[in-house]
């Protein structure tokens, strides 16, 4: 491990029971993406790995249980203090294993470290604490505790690795369950480096586990052991669905984050200068490869060539390069195979009908590295795959439409359901339109913040459950039911005791 790169973080291919190992499968060698060279090699997880990952989670099991608030809280503090000590470092390992541009990773280093510090003050806001429902009766009193599961694997995605595992682990570890994670083979170096600062902050034995490898041979491994309590995942809704069909063996909790195709409605009398921005930011941030990504734009059909046009000119604009080139807005995708598909994508849709208007399957002048440039397509058939299907990619896809009820019918017409967004000056159509809109969240006049305090998640197939805010906590955890009598008298219902012959003599 670490032949081809050296952090102070890592120090291993894998971290179980507070130890760094290296794995029994295959290699893998990690390349940058904006230039296809190596830059780390690791020692994957097998089946046995993961057994001995799990087991150390178990074994920690009955000690966290009886962990203090306050000790947990202290916990998620000084990860998200090492977090901001190593800021500059991670951020740097951010965009060479993912090929984000420095300033987009240097963002989510720090939304990370908001995220275990925001879980920590939580339970000190006693979001977890004993709750007394009110009883009409002078006989029970009752109180409700939040019970952790136990063993919860989480299995991240690679277009935000950091950001994803803080979704998943800040509120794992406040509610006092054992963890398990898999970050994506293609992204693993942060979640590593994550793993040396909660070890540093203080991790009990088998708290925190980190096993890298495939979907096809970790993943599965977690997902079908019947020590595993949860399984929390982010990636594909061929994956979750696999996940939620193996699930059902023992019923394991599942929360599924399955990605989206979401709409943003442009009204005429939208403020068109933001809108613009808003748009642009909601399809190419991170070249695309955002789940709630915006990559079906509508906008009313008295405005739309003039808008379509001015992004188109913005669009060209964008400078395109290495993700540590400090001029660089957008970065390449992640991998040769996201690449190749993005590219198909592209031509299938001109193929179809759609009118490109900027960017293309190419940049001109790159001949290394994964980069798609940012892409617009206009006029996109209804019933074609680029305007149904994800592309993950910096592409958005357009269409014109008539009035509010056609807008919000062509929003709703996706089998996704995870974000959604309408600009208009008209402060009561845009709430109108947000509760008609089949989303797990909407935005009015933004595209793309995803804030800690509230939850995340989708209708449809975007997913199952919610991350963030109070009820990504609660996810990690059982509700338990505690009622005691005050000297209520016995029900009397049997009266066998109080008969001398059996019921029937």
Known sequence: MNRLIDHPLIGGSLFIDCAWVEGHGERWTALDPANEAPIAELAFADASDVELAVAAARRAVPTLRATQYSERAKLL???????????????????????????????????????????????EHGVLADQYPRLDSDDFTMRVRRVPLGVVALITA??????????????????????????????????????????????????????TG????????????????????????????QILAASTRDLKRVTLELGGKSPAIVFADADLDAALEWVLMGIFYNAGQVCSATSRLLVERSVHRDFVERLAERANAIRVGAGLDAATEMGPLISAVQCARVRGAIDAAVTAGARLVAGGSHVTGQEQGWFVPPTILDDVPADSDAWRLEIFGPVLCVRA?????????????????LAAAVFSADAARAERVAAELQAGTVWINCAGPALVQGPWGGFKASGIGRELGHWGIESYSEPQQITRSLGAAPLGWYAGSQRTNPVGA
């Open 77 to 123: 503090h000084g990860i998200a203090a090492g977090l901001r000590q190593h800021a500059s470092a991670l951020a740097r390992l951010e965009t060479q294993d993912v090929g984000k541009p420095l300033r987009e990773a240097e963002i989510d280093v720090a939304d990370a470290a908001r995220v275990f510090e925001y879980h920590a003050e939580l339970l």
């Open 158 to 211: 690679w277009n935000f690795p950091l950001i994803l595992a803080a979704w998943k682990l800040a509120p794992a570890l406040a509610a006092g369950n054992a963890v398990v994670m898999k970050p994506s083979e293609w992204a693993s170096l942060s979640t590593l480096a994550l793993a040396g600062i909660v070890h540093a902050a203080g991790a009990l034995r088998g708290q925190f586990n980190v096993v």
């Open 214 to 241: 495939t979907g096809a041979e970790v993943g599965a491994s977690l997902v079908n052991h019947p020590q595993v309590d949860k399984v929390s995942f982010t990636g594909s809704g061929s994956v979750g669905r």
């Open 401 to 417: 439409f008539d009035g509010e009820a056609q807008a919000v019918a062509d929003a709703n017409d996706s089998e996704y359901g």
